[in-house]
Structures are given as structure tokens and as C-alpha cells.
């Protein structure tokens, strides 16, 4: 008997024989792998697909007026501090304040009303529709207050105390940052107080019930902030929505609103510039702003300020918020992962790849050679899955790039502007996008040695990644149970797509089908990771215990 | 050999002749009938089709004094969107299985006339998944019927009640069955061109779950009233609407006709790859 000593290929680790063993045993998966002409097709075509499906039915034409199509309609949105698009437009009750002060204010109203009926994407049918008049309705998100913002310029740092129409008394400052306060709504029997107070670059902001006994709700830093600044009272109103849901979908019911504010007690300590106080309808137009919102949420023809004696009536409409993706915004706007429906689409040929690249196996009876080759099931197991995550990754890295990249250009020549995220968000979306692919592949390797059927693995595979997505998408069921849908499945992973956060202060519809998926991007990504994760581990327990 | 086990068999083909005229389609159903897979498969579509319904009609209501943009029949016929992938996927095993084990050279060489192999297996499972989806759309409908009105959805406040009755929710049924009568022959036309489990499984869940994804994400309404009008699932599920029927893309007959044509482009192609090429 001789005793053949293989010679460790050139891919071997330097160290253990079974180090050496698995190195060869992914080359021989990865041969496997690229000798088969269908898997290198559908391999090939899931690229396709996704750059196809997801870049052509992206979106449309934006028509501004009679004659500006595309480019020309792309709104000029200004940029937060935080690299993000914002919405900055409010009515300013304002006068400059050099060095340090503090301004105080009480307000004893805040009423909203709302052009219902205008607007909206699909209308209910056969509904009578009222016309764009005003009326009175609840904006939970109105606010008015006093705000201490570097220049008046739509997008510049800011720090404001304002009262809320449903959530209570708040301090918000760089158009995310979002701090409670008292709750409740005012009135002229509960009214409330605010106060702002500047010391250098940090603002402190308190509120009170009665004018004496003051609660501080917090306290920011506004980096770089001139000395002089612009300080004042202001009210705003994003748009009002309605939101129903149906089959296909959402529908959104709504139109812009403008709030109404009374607001007494103005008291300005400090160095402030002026005689008096100045109205100014910031970022509605305003020469050398941002352009009028083009279908926007505002009433700017109602914006106005009045004073009589130490009362001040402040009606505004627009929103001081990061810009959403969500419906209603206002501006058409898109995010660069609209650009990746044809994901699923490459998603369901990697999984019919990843499950044969298994179940072939068991169909030729392949797998009694390979097991003889290697009897550690394990690492066999291993080695075929991380050569299809491997080719999934690829393969997805290329085409989301791809998509990302002719889906933007695509989407600004037509008019959509794309809301920038930082290089660090852009990457996450791409690397997320093409790991939640090679998981994906992974869990349907792990399926395709469970059931060792393709037919059966296969339907496994779509039935826990892409129908629990369909089911929430198409909306038929619930909200809630869509949500948990999300939650639950590996369909969880897509929340590695969504580059715009979801921001609790800025109503809009958050649903799947518009970006906004239930679970932030890593805890979804986890909960595929776990569901991978324990099908593998199931899928090794089963060939340990079964024969081949 | 004892006459007792004899006897029997001469009087079967005697007395399934009437109902099987062909050899060819009795080969089939005893191809069909003496493997457990295609039963469990029948038996998961109509569990599947009516407890998914009976799902989304309990978790669904209407509270009063809201409108709600429901079509109650559709709602009670949800099933159909999982139910339609198992009759899909028994479709692609009655030809993908031949193709897997090589049993279609044993059937090709028994029967070659190939057109009429092709024809025996989707009359056997037509046969088969309509007999099977009139009582998974009936169990749908009647549950729809006894829940929804329950939950607000009643005749009072304007809402077609689920019934077999006739009108609207009689057709949106009918419909349904040969809807998955549709899906189940286009599948298998699919299977007979690509010749493979793995590819046309894949390619049918493609075809039935892509392109409503597709359309809940596009924007563009040009594109998204393509995908609703000229996809086999979108418009071929428009025979399930019985409320804003002005609004479709497609109206409910048409939209069928739209998937009966995808079906028999499916079929012509599968027979035409099944005579040119071999096996």
C-alpha cells in the first residue's frame, strides 16, 4: 500500500492540513462553479436584469410650466449641516442680534388650515373632491416659536423652541435634531412659554407653563456661528396629508396648509440691531434664494406677520425639516435606491443559481465523489457557500453600481432631484446591497442542501425572501402586519437600502414600497444574517445526519 | 398467481376509456396519480389559497364613518397571489421531472408524437388545478362572505359582499379559476422551453412575483401603466377587481385575454422546442 502525499495547491494557506484542505476545496467548488455555462448565464443575467428593470422604470419626464421639461424644472434645494437636503421655509418675525441674549416669547394659539382635496397622486374615485379651499384641520407638525439662525438664508444652522400642533412643545435645530419639551396643546388657556438663550456658539432652550417656573429641554452647539445673528419669532406648516391604503399601494389625500400663531410677551435681551421688527417670507421665493417650491406644500400668498401693541399674529406655510422621500414632500424628489427595483429581480436568478449549485449535486449524485474527496461536510457546506455569496457579492457590487450610476443621470436629466447622502451612506448602500444578495445566495445554498430538491429549494427560497416583500409592498395586507412582515423575514435585508432615514418629526408615508422599510439598515441586515445563519447551521445538522 | 388479482385488471382501461379517450392522456394522469408530490402540491394550493385569504380578511377592516378604498371581493380572493405559485409549480414538475430523471426519452420513444405528449400533460393539468382552484376560490369566496361584513364591509355602506351568487363577485371567482388555470398552462409551456426545474421555476416566481413589484415601486406612468396592461400576472389579476373597475389599466376580460395570449405563446414555443430539439 502506498501512501500518496497530495501536494498543497497553489491556493493552500501556509499552516494546517485543514486549512490546505479547504483552500482546495473552494478552488474545486469555484471550478464547479464556472464550468457550469447556465450558472455563468444566470449569473450574467441577474446582472442584467437588475441594471435593466431598475434603471429603465425608474421614473419620468418632470414637466415645471408650459414649456420647462426635465433639467430645467430641478429644484435648488438647500443643504443642512449635515450635508442633507432641507426644507427651510418659514415666515420670520425677525431683527439681528450681535453677541451674547436671550429672547423670550408666550404663545397662546397655533391654528392650522389645510387646501384638502388638491394634490394627491390617485384620488379615491367617485368620491366628491372638495375643492382647494382652506379649512381648518390638524397639522401635527405646524409649528411656531422663536429661532436663532445664522443668516437669513434657507439652509443655514439654526436653533429654535416652538410649539407643535400635536406633538407637544419642542427644541429642533440643524433640520434633524429633534428634542420633546411640554407636552400638550396650547391654547390660550394653557399657554405656553419659550425661551432661547445665547451664550457664544451654544444655544440653551427652556419652556415653561407659566413664565416663572422654567425647564430646560436642552442645551446645542452651533458650531462656527457668526456673532451676529439673525433671531426672531416664525411659524410654518408643512403640507397636509391624508394618507389611505390600498390595493397597490398608498394614496395620498392632501395639499399645502399654513399655520396661524399669536404670540405675546416678546421680550429681546441683548445687543439687538434694529428699531423694530421685519417680516420676511423666508424661502418662498425671496430674490437670490431657493426657487419657489414647484409643486410645493406652501400658501405663500397668505405668509404675513402682524403686531398690535405687544402681540404678534404669525402666519406661515413650509416646513423647517430634512427633505424625505416619502410622498408629499413637495419637490419631486428621488433617492439613489430607487434606482435598485430590478434588484429583486437579479435577486431571484442568483437564488435559482445558488439552490442548483447545491441540489445538482444530489440530482447527479456528484456529491457521494465530493464527500469522498472530502468527508468533512462542514467544510464542503462552507466552501460552496461562500463561492456562490462570493459570486452574488460580485455580481451585485457591479450592478448596483451601475444602476446607481445611469439611474442618477437619468433621474436629473428628467427633473427628479436625487437627495444626496455622504460617500460613507452611498457606500453602505452599495456593499449592503451586494452582501444582502451573497446572504441571500447563501440561505438558498443552505435551502438547496435542506430539501435537496431544486424545485422544492427554490420555491423555499422566494417564498421566504420575495413574497413576504411582495405581500408588504402591494399592500394587502395591513400596515401593521406588512411591517412585521419586514421585521421577521429575511426580506428584513432590504433595509440596507434605504439612504434616507426616517425622521419621526417630518410626516410623510413611510411605507416599504416608498424607501422606508420598519427596521433601521443594520438590525435588518442582522435579522438575515440570523435567518442565513441558523439555515445553515440546520442545513449542516441534516447532512451530517443523512446520507448523501 | 391467483384469478382474484387477475380479474380486476383488463376492466380498468374498459372503464376509465369514456373519461381518458387518448393513451397518450392516460399515461399522463397514471404518470401524474402514482407519485404523493402532486397531491401534496393540490392539497398546499387550496390550504394555502384559502388560509391566506381567511389572513387578510381577519386583519382587515373597515371602522365606520372612514372610507376605505377596499374592494372586498379582491381581498377575499388574496390567496391567489401565493396560491398561483404552487399550481405554477406543479405544472413545471409534470414536464421538469421527465427532464431531471430522463424519463422523457423513455416517453418520447413510447409516444413520438411529441405535440400530443405536450398536449396530453396540460389537458391532464388543466383538468387538475381547475378542479382544484374552484374549491380554493369557493373556500376564499364563502370565508370572504361570512368575515367581511363583520368587519364593516357591508352592502349597506356600498361594498360588494363576497358571493357566488352572480354580478361582479360571481365573475371576479370565475375568473380567479381560470386565472390559475392560465398560470399553471403558461408554466408549463415555460418548463417545456426551458427544459429544466431550477431555470423554470425560477423564471415562472419571476414572471408571477416580479413585475408587481416592479410596478409598486416605478414611478414612471408610462412604464407602470405598461407593466399593469402587458405583464401576464398584473393584467391577468385584473379579473379579481369588481370595484373602480373605470380606473384599471386594463378592464377585467381583457386583462385575462392578455394572459391567455402570454399563455399560448408559452405553449406554441414549449411544443415547437419540444419537436425541434432533442430530447
Known amino acids: 500500500m502506498t501512501v500518496t502525499v497530495t501536494k498543497p495547491s497553489k491556493h493552500a494557506g501556509p499552516s494546517s492540513p485543514v486549512a490546505a484542505g479547504f483552500w482546495s476545496l473552494l478552488h474545486a467548488e469555484w471550478t464547479k462553479f464556472r464550468t457550469v455555462r447556465g450558472w455563468l448565464i444566470g449569473m450574467i443575467v441577474a446582472a442584467i436584469l437588475t441594471v435593466f428593470l431598475g434603471v429603465v422604470t425608474s421614473n419620468a419626464q418632470i414637466g415645471c410650466g408650459p414649456t420647462k421639461t426635465g433639467k430645467a424644472c430641478l429644484p435648488k434645494i438647500p443643504i443642512g449641516q449635515g450635508g442633507e437636503a432641507v426644507n427651510d421655509t418659514f415666515y420670520f418675525v425677525h431683527r439681528t442680534l450681535a453677541g451674547n441674549g436671550t429672547l423670550t416669547v408666550r404663545v397662546t394659539s397655533l391654528a392650522e388650515k389645510a387646501a ?226 430590478g434588484v429583486f429581480a437579479g435577486l431571484i436568478a442568483i437564488v435559482v443559481v445558488a439552490t442548483a449549485f447545491f441540489t445538482s449535486e444530489y440530482r447527479r449524485g456528484l456529491l457521494r465523489t465530493t464527500l469522498a474527496a472530502n468527508p468533512r461536510r462542514g467544510q464542503v457546506l462552507a466552501a460552496k457557500a461562500a463561492v456562490a455569496g462570493l459570486a452574488a457579492f460580485v455580481i451585485g457590487v457591479i450592478a448596483v453600481v451601475v444602476s446607481i450610476d445611469l439611474g442618477d443621470s437619468k433621474q436629473r436629466n428628467e427633473g427628479l432631484y436625487v437627495l444626496p447622502v455622504s460617500l460613507l451612506t452611498e457606500v453602505r448602500v452599495i456593499v449592503g446591497t451586494a452582501a444582502v444578495l451573497a446572504l441571500m445566495a447563501m440561505l438558498a445554498v443552505a435551502l ?94 441534516l447532512m451530517r445526519r443523512r446520507d448523501a | 398467481m391467483s384469478r382474484v ?90 414536464v421538469g421531472n421527465e427532464y431531471s430523471t430522463g424519463l422523457i426519452r423513455l416517453t418520447l420513444a413510447a409516444m413520438p408524437k411529441r405535440t400530443q405528449v405536450l398536449g396530453a400533460k396540460a389537458v391532464i393539468v388543466t383538468a387538475l388545478v381547475l378542479a382544484v382552484a374552484v374549491v380554493a376560490v369557493a373556500g376564499s369566496v364563502l370565508a370572504g362572505h361570512l368575515i367581511l361584513p363583520g368587519h364593516g364591509f357591508t352592502a349597506a355602506r356600498g361594498f360588494p359582499v363576497p358571493s357566488l351568487a352572480g354580478g361582479p363577485s360571481l365573475r371576479a371567482a370565475f375568473g380567479a379559476v381560470l386565472y390559475l388555470g392560465l398560470i399553471a398552462l403558461m408554466a408549463l409551456g415555460i418548463t417545456a422551453i426551458l427544459r429544466d426545474n431550477a431555470a423554470a421555476i425560477g423564471t415562472v416566481l419571476g414572471v408571477l412575483y416580479l413585475t408587481p413589484i416592479i410596478a409598486a415601486f416605478v414611478s414612471d406612468p408610462h412604464w407602470h401603466d405598461r407593466i399593469e396592461r402587458y405583464s401576464p400576472a398584473n393584467a391577468g389579476q385584473a379579473i379579481l377587481s369588481t370595484t373602480g373597475l373605470k380606473d384599471l389599466p386594463i378592464s377585467p376580460w381583457a386583462g385575462l385575454g392578455v394572459l391567455a395570449i402570454w399563455t399560448a405563446v408559452a405553449l406554441l414555443a414549449g411544443g415547437l422546442v419540444l419537436r425541434l430539439r432533442d430530447a
Not at chain 1, 451664550?199 to 432652550?205: D, L, M, P, R, V
Not at chain 1, 417564498?463 to 406588512?482: C, D, E, Q, W
Not at chain 1, 426616517?502 to 410626516?507: C, E, G, L, M, R
Not at chain 1, 422606508?516 to 442565513?532: D, H, I, M, R
Request: aromatic share 6%; with cysteine.
Open chain 1, 116 to 341: 384638502v382635496g388638491s394634490g394627491g397622486r390617485s384620488p379615491v374615485p367617485g368620491q366628491g373632491q372638495p375643492g382647494p379651499g382652506l379649512q381648518p384641520e390638524v397639522v401635527p407638525w405646524a409649528k411656531a416659536g422663536i429661532i436663532i439662525k445664522e443668516k437669513d438664508l434657507p439652509g443655514s444652522a439654526y436653533a429654535a423652541m416652538l410649539v407643535t400642533a400635536s406633538h407637544g412643545v419642542r427644541m429642533q435645530y440643524d433640520y434633524t435634531g429633534d428634542l420633546a419639551g411640554l407636552p400638550g396643546e396650547v391654547s390660550a388657556a394653557a399657554p405656553r412659554w419659550l425661551r432661547l438663550v445665547r451664550a457664544g456658539q451654544e444655544i440653551t432652550g427652556y419652556d415653561s407653563a407659566n413664565g416663572t417656573h422654567w425647564t430646560k429641554v436642552g442645551e446645542i452647539k452651533l458650531a462656527g456661528l457668526s456673532s451676529v445673528v439673525q433671531v426672531g419669532l416664525f411659524a410654518t406648516s408643512p403640507g397636509y396629508q391624508q394618507i389611505e391604503r390600498s390595493f397597490g399601494g398608498a394614496s395620498v389625500q392632501g395639499g399645502p396648509s399654513e399655520a396661524t400663531a399669536v404670540l405675546d410677551h416678546v421680550t429681546l435681551t441683548g445687543q439687538a440691531g434694529g428699531q423694530r421688527w421685519t417680516g420676511l417670507d423666508l424661502g418662498n421665493g425671496k430674490p437670490g434664494t431657493a426657487a419657489p417650491n414647484p409643486a410645493g406644500p406652501n400658501l405663500p400668498e397668505f405668509d404675513t406677520f402682524r403686531q398690535a401693541g405687544g402681540t404678534f399674529t404669525v402666519t406661515g406655510s413650509g416646513d423647517i425639516s430634512p427633505v424625505t422621500s416619502g410622498p408629499g414632500t413637495g419637490y419631486p424628489t428621488a433617492t439613489i435606491e430607487s434606482n435598485l427595483a
Open chain 1, 448 to 541: 438547496g442542501a435542506i430539501l435537496r430538491r431544486s424545485a422544492a429549494a427554490i420555491t423555499g427560497a422566494v417564498a421566504v425572501i420575495v413574497l413576504p416583500f411582495l405581500l408588504a409592498v402591494i399592500g394587502v395586507f395591513p400596515p401593521g402586519i406588512s411591517e412585521w412582515l419586514l421585521r421577521l423575514t429575511p426580506a428584513a435585508g432590504f433595509a440596507i437600502e434605504q439612504s434616507i432615514p426616517q425622521y419621526s418629526q417630518v410626516s410623510t408615508t413611510y411605507s416599504a414600497a416608498g424607501g422606508n422599510y420598519p427596521l433601521p439598515p443594520w438590525a435588518g441586515f442582522a435579522v438575515l444574517c440570523a435567518w442565513t445563519g441558523a439555515s445553515l447551521v440546520l442545513a449542516l445538522i
Open chain 2, 5 to 94: 388479482l387477475l380479474r380486476p385488471v383488463p376492466l380498468r382501461p374498459v372503464l376509465l376509456r369514456p373519461v381518458l379517450p387518448s393513451p397518450v392522456l392516460r399515461a399522463e394522469w397514471t404518470k401524474l396519480r402514482t407519485v404523493t408530490g402532486p397531491a401534496w402540491l393540490l392539497a398546499a394550493a387550496v390550504g394555502l389559497t384559502v388560509g391566506i385569504s381567511i389572513a387578510a380578511e381577519a386583519a382587515t377592516s373597515c371602522p365606520a364613518r372612514v372610507t376605505c378604498p377596499v374592494d372586498p371581493v379582491k381581498l377575499s380572493l388574496t390567496g391567489v397571489q401565493v396560491g398561483q405559485a404552487i399550481v405554477a409549480i406543479l405544472a413545471v414538475l409534470v
